[in-house]
């Protein structure tokens, strides 16, 4: 049997504590998950702008950012960003800002990450947005 690359939780307190039995990221040699996030102030753990779509992306990717950063890596080694959405209507206001917060990270003429976006039903009422990510940390 061939031996299994061992898996490292990642957690940090600049990203809400997980809610429930997950961690915030894990790290498997070069590759690190990161769980889906919400638009949690990670210090309180209060869910943020209640019906802006766009400020709780903008929350929700800056929760992303730190478990990436916490795993070793930036939001230039983000291959693949998976959104979920309660409404399609919110898709124009999640990618503006979407758009914005890579833009500002990563500059104009870099490769952005892969994207999924999804309409859902989200475990939390306030929960417009949910984004998880997978970076490749070489």
Do not use: C, W
Not at 57 to 72: D, F, S, W, Y
Not at 74 to 91: C, G, I, Q, S
Not at 101 to 114: H, I
């Amino acid at each position: 049997m061939a031996e299994q690359t061992p898996k490292t939780a990642i957690s940090t307190d600049q990203a809400p504590a997980p809610a429930h039995t997950f961690h915030q990221g894990v790290r498997v040699g070069d590759l690190l998950q990161v769980s889906g996030q919400g638009p949690v102030d990670p210090a309180t753990g209060e869910y943020l702008h209640p019906g802006d779509v766009a400020a709780q992306t903008t929350r929700t990717l800056q929760n992303v950012e730190a478990i990436v950063r916490a795993g070793g890596g930036t939001m230039a080694d983000v291959v693949m960003l998976r959104v979920y959405l309660t409404t399609r209507d919110d898709f124009a206001a999640m990618n503006d800002a979407y758009g914005a917060f890579l833009g500002e990270r990563l500059g104009p003429d870099a490769v952005l990450p892969s994207r999924t976006t999804v309409m859902v039903g989200l475990p939390r009422e306030e929960m417009l947005v949910e984004i998880d990510a997978l970076a490749y940390l070489a």
